[in-house]
């Protein structure tokens, strides 16, 4: 489920929940000094009403036009009411505020004060253009009925509109790109939702995404017969403990009980549901519509984004292969999810960039990536990827991404080692004990919220355990660079039916600490198919293939490259019963051990695929 980190903070990310909790004596002067604002219900081609709250700058006119820039979400376009303004903004940076545009928010529909029925993920059209005045609607004709309202009911616009948005909202900016309205001219998916049983909030290569979910659906997933202001949660929940909480919970169908969920949460229903790739998740893959792109676009997105770092990602790739010739830019750098939009990110954890990163985008990207194809305002010519090396703290630029780089293998081999060689014959496989009853936690500590440095945090505490196998090389002779995704080629077997493999790159430093560099599960039914799932058979050598999403890490000489293999990230990622039964309404007695077998021999040569710069 898309979310801007936890429902919490996704609050806290809202324009209603800014005004409340940021605010600055100075931005709020500065808005009502600078800024009128309109609160209209903008009626869409089928006849919904979508509340949109604009500020036009005071000396907009046909002498002085300004252009809009719009963000449509489903966390709230408040505060409502003309008299009420965002304390701070009122763009989405203090840096375009300055510049002065006619800035827009909307309530899509179904959400707090807009009309209509809220659908998940909106399924794209692919009948018809935008412009095409059936009442058959998506997300790409509400922008563009919106878009057309605007033109012609707000005086001392340009003509030209840009749109941008962070999570979800930056699904909403990638779906306004089909069909696009003429006058939509610059476009920014900023970590947007993408492609949710692959590999964003949901799930990730089926695997389903417990702990973000239960806790952002409560919030999230509330029914709403009528427009509202403001949403409560579902049930009250507060824990210190989220590894014990979810262990007691017991097999996911326990969420729907009397005190949590009740059957109330539409949306959570249907995920547990389709459990598959089915037409379900298919037709909400906003990917295979983002074709005819003729907005200029830029991608955001964060190397650290627990979230939809595959969105960011694969949205870019999405349109570069399906629109030759488009201007769609990639900017990555050492961000959690929308930390680019923050005042000050120097720091990450254990990390320091040296710089404040988020504003130094914002001032040489974001801001004259609008200024130029909404003003006439500067140039704007960046590299096709601007993307932040996690090894070596340092900004890169590419002619495109992944840039060239050579594909090796690195085999897991006897004695716990990771080599560019073959593996020989006669090697026995590493095995575990995998125990739904005793998972391996994906962090160290005890947290009540997901640990937002899990993705870098140090691995010692998961190499410890006897259910984590660790590999890795030898002392690195010179600086190795990877640029691009990571691919698993595992040779496994499970006494059980089924099970889940989650597979870690880390960056092993000369005292002993390992940096995680990237993770990922594959829930291990789906190896063939995320449509058409197969049990293992029992104790049977079977091959695992999957890719990791992409990184740009330099494993500097005399350091080690480490890959650890477990079965259990929990509970990050909901437990696997090990048998082949349906997850979604599996009981107690259907979680089993199993053991669980990697193999690295000659006939099995269990890899990491490995994208190295030269």
């Known amino acids: 489920m898309p979310r801007l980190l936890l429902a919490v903070l996704l609050l806290a990310a809202t324009p209603a929940a800014q005004a409340q909790t940021s605010p600055r004596a100075q931005d709020s002067a500065f808005v009502r000094a600078n800024y009128t604002k309109l609160d209209r219900q903008i009626t869409m081609r089928d006849g919904v009403k979508l509340y949109t709250t604009i500020y036009v700058p005071k000396d907009a006119s046909p002498a002085s036009p300004y252009p809009f820039l719009m963000t449509r979400t489903p966390y709230s376009a408040g505060p409502y009411g003309e008299s009420k303004y965002r304390l701070r903004g009122p763009g989405p940076s203090r840096e375009l505020s300055q510049e002065k545009y006619i800035f827009v928010y909307q309530d ?19 009948t018809q253009p935008s412009g095409n005045k059936s009442v058959a609607h998506d997300e790409s004709t509400d922008t563009y009925d919106t878009i057309e309202w605007l033109l012609k009911n707000v005086p001392g616009n340009n003509g030209r509109v840009g749109m941008m948005g962070i999570s979800y909202p930056g699904f909403y900016a990638s779906a306004a790109l089909p069909n696009a309205h003429p006058a939509l001219k610059a476009v920014s998916p900023q970590a947007p939702v ?36 403001t949403y409560e949660p579902l049930f009250k929940f507060e824990t210190k403990d989220a590894y014990k909480f979810f262990l007691d919970l017991g097999p996911i169908k326990n969420a729907n009980g009397p005190q949590y969920f009740n059957n109330r949460a539409r949306i959570w229903n249907e995920y547990q549901q389709h459990e598959t790739y ?13 074709t005819g792109v003729k907005p200029a676009v830029l991608v955001v997105g964060g190397w ?37 939009a923050r ?9 320091s960039f040296g710089s404040n990163t988020a504003q130094t985008y914002r001032e040489t990207m974001e801001t004259p990536f609008f200024n130029f194809y909404l003003k006439d305002k500067g140039t704007f010519n960046p590299a096709e990827a601007t993307v932040f090396n996690t090894g070596t703290n340092e900004w890169k630029t590419y002619p495109a991404w992944p840039p060239k780089a050579e594909a090796q293998t690195l085999f897991f081999q006897q004695a716990n080692s990771l080599a560019f060689s073959a593996p020989t014959a006669g090697q026995k496989p ?4 995998s125990d ?29 355990r006897a259910d984590v196998l660790t590999f890795h090389t030898e002392a690195l002779p010179d600086d190795l660079t990877l640029a691009g995704p990571l691919n698993a080629d595992l040779w496994v077997s499970t006494s059980g039916t089924d099970a889940d493999f989650i597979v870690k790159v880390i960056d092993e430093q000369p005292d002993g600490t390992q940096r995680l560099v990237r993770a990922e599960v594959m829930r291990g039914r789906f190896r063939n198919s995320f449509s058409k799932p197969e049990a293992f058979k029992p104790n049977q050598p079977t091959e695992v293939k999957y890719e990791l999403p992409d990184v740009l890490h330099t494993f500097h000489k005399g350091h080690r490259l480490m890959v650890q ?37 000659a006939g099995h040569p269990s890899a990491m695929l490995v994208p190295v710069l030269p």
């Open 430 to 433: 590493n095995e575990y004990l």
């Open 304 to 340: 650290f984004d627990a979230e939809d770092l595959y969105g960011a990602l694969n949205t870019y790739k999405a349109i570069e292969k399906q629109n030759p010739g488009a201007t769609n830019r990639l900017v990555m750098g050492p961000w959690t999810h929308g930390a680019w």
């Open 343 to 351: 005042p000050e990110w120097s720091k990450f954890g254990p990390l």
């Open 108 to 126: 899509v529909r179904g959400r707090y004060m807009s009309e209509g029925q809220f659908e998940e993920m909106t399924p794209a059209l692919s």
């Open 278 to 290: 089915d037409a379900y998740w298919q037709s909400r893959n906003i990917r295979t519509a983002l």
């Open 565 to 601: 293999v477990q079965s259990t990230w929990f509970p990050l990622v909901d437990r696997n019963p090990q048998t082949f039964v349906p997850i979604a309404t599996a009981d107690a007695k259907d979680f089993q051990k199993a053991t669980i077998r990697l193999y690295h021999d």
């Open 436 to 464: 739904p009853a005793n998972p391996v936690p994906y962090t160290d500590g005890t947290h009540g919220e997901r640990n937002n440095e899990y993705m870098i945090e140090d691995q010692r505490f998961a190499a410890k």
């Open 194 to 229: 993408t492609d949710e049983f692959i590999g964003d909030d949901a799930r990730h290569k089926g695997a389903f995404f417990l702990l973000d979910n239960f806790e952002f659906t409560n919030y999230f997933d509330v029914p709403r017969p009528k427009p509202v202001a």
